[in-house]
């Protein structure tokens, strides 16, 4: 979403919101001076947020200003999850907490009157949002750092800036009451950090090589650059996806052109996976990190 438009989303969302609001609730919401105003995601975009977050048994969700309590109960009623759900408005954790009883959910989710930024989100396997984007990048840097890589993290109509999703939907609303009738699913995979220098032998081209590769890292996206047997290799499409790392390195090997694709899993200081070869095959691939950097936010 480009900033204009998410700058006219909050704005139509805010007035929509107080338009929709009685008198009391207004009240409410100015007194307890909440950084987004509530308003339910839709049903059908609830399902496509747990979709898309391809939430599952073995789930811990978690959603940060759950209002009615709404995605938590329907990622445990129909997706077999567990979770919680936090709200500052008091009256929609009462809320969340009976329907959750309704609903034969009690004993698998939680509901808790708490701000989100003194939230503990280190449990999530998914984190779920939908709150204004100021609120999604001030989170952003506490996403990167204190979620889990691999933590799936998806957010209804609000992207995070420089940070690109890894996929995205639109879900058609034809009920939706402020802005087009359709509303956006971001989804972002919590990288590993794969930043700093990495050394391994390999057998490039027929011979073993010494290898080393430094590798800068922007959210998901790596950009590197390698020695290849003391020789500049070109590094190309590095991208990590939870822990999982892909890249391919283009080295000059007697006088030809060879490309190889690796792809592994990170595991602190250490990687480990398969390199396919360029004239076809595969062999095991392993490295280990002699120097570690940070991932790096715009
Ligand atoms: C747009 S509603 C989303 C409700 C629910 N997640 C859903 O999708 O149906 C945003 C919710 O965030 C809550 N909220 C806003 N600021 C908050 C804060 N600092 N801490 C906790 N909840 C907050 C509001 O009370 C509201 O219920």
């Not at 990288?191 to 890292?217: C, F, K």
């Amino acid at each position: 979403m480009t900033k204009r438009r998410g700058l006219l989303l909050a704005a139509a969302m805010v007035i929509a919101v107080a338009a929709l609001l009685t008198p009391v609730q207004r009240a409410r919401a100015q007194a307890i001076g909440v950084d987004a105003p509530y308003v339910p995601t839709p049903w059908g975009v609830v399902e496509a947020m747990l979709q898309l977050g391809k939430v599952g048994p073995q789930d811990f969700v978690i959603d940060l200003g759950s209002g009615d309590g709404r995605i938590v109960i329907t990622a445990a009623r129909k997706f077999g999850a567990r979770g919680f759900g936090v709200d500052i408005d008091g009256s929609l954790v009462g809320i969340a907490q009976r329907e959750a009883r309704r609903q034969g959910v009690a004993s698998r989710v939680e509901f808790h009157e708490q701000n989100l930024y003194l939230t503990d989100i280190s449990r999530a396997t998914v984190l779920t949002m939908y709150l204004v984007q100021r609120m999604l990048m001030e989170l952003r840097p506490r996403l990167i750092k204190e979620l889990k890589p691999g933590t799936r993290v998806v957010s209804h109509d609000f992207d995070m800036g420089d940070w690109k999703p890894d996929a995205h939907v639109t879900v058609p609303v034809p009920e939706k009451p402020y802005g087009p009738p359709t509303s956006e699913v971001y989804l972002w995979v919590v990288p590993a950090n794969a930043a700093g220098t990495w050394r391994w032998r390999s057998t490039l081209g027929g011979g073993p090589v010494d290898i080393e590769l430094g590798l800068q890292q922007t959210f998901q996206m790596l950009e590197g650059g390698a020695l290849v047997g003391g020789r500049m290799a070109r590094f190309e499409g590095g991208r990590m996806h939870g822990e999982q790392i892909r890249f391919m390195l283009i080295a000059e090997i007697q006088g030809r052109a060879v490309r190889h694709e690796f792809i592994g899993r990170v595991d602190g200081d250490s990687v480990s996976g398969k390199v396919k070869l360029a004239g076809g095959g595969e062999a095991d691939w392993s490295a280990t990190r002699v120097r570690r950097g940070k991932i790096e936010q715009r």
